[in-house]
């Protein structure tokens, strides 16, 4: 069974930094991109970032580029999500997800984890 399970989401001030963790399992994790994608209350969904699977390239949205960083770890399975500068509309439940491409977008097929909440007060 896939299995994505995040952490890491809390209250922080704007300006503050978080960093989210997924750790997957059920799958061969360093086969496949994975990601970030969030939606907040009353808006569509947005891809945030991917990494890929074969060179570790990483692909931001434009609202977060300069300010979050990807990372993976494969022996650890695990996904990293590093926020910093961060802005109240960053507010939102943040999903890990694989797999992912170099244009943010997610499968309605692929797998995702329960989601963690970020939220940043002005």
């Known amino acids: 069974e896939v299995q994505l399970v995040e952490s890491g989401g809390g209250l922080v001030q704007a300006g503050g930094s978080l960093r989210l963790s997924c750790v997957a399992s059920?799958?061969?994790?360093?086969?496949?991109?994975v990601g970030w994608f969030r939606q907040a209350p009353g808006k569509e969904r947005e891809g945030v970032s991917c990494i890929s699977s074969s060179d570790g390239s990483t692909y931001y949205a434009d609202s977060v580029k300069g300010r979050f960083t990807i990372s993976r770890d494969n022996a650890k399975n695990t996904v990293y999500l590093q926020m910093n500068s961060l802005k109240p509309e960053d507010t939102a439940v943040y999903y890990c997800a694989s797999p992912c491409t170099s244009w943010l977008t997610f499968s309605d097929f692929g797998s995702w984890g329960q989601g963690t909440q970020v939220t940043v007060s002005s």
């Open positions: 059920g799958f061969t994790f360093d086969d496949y991109a």
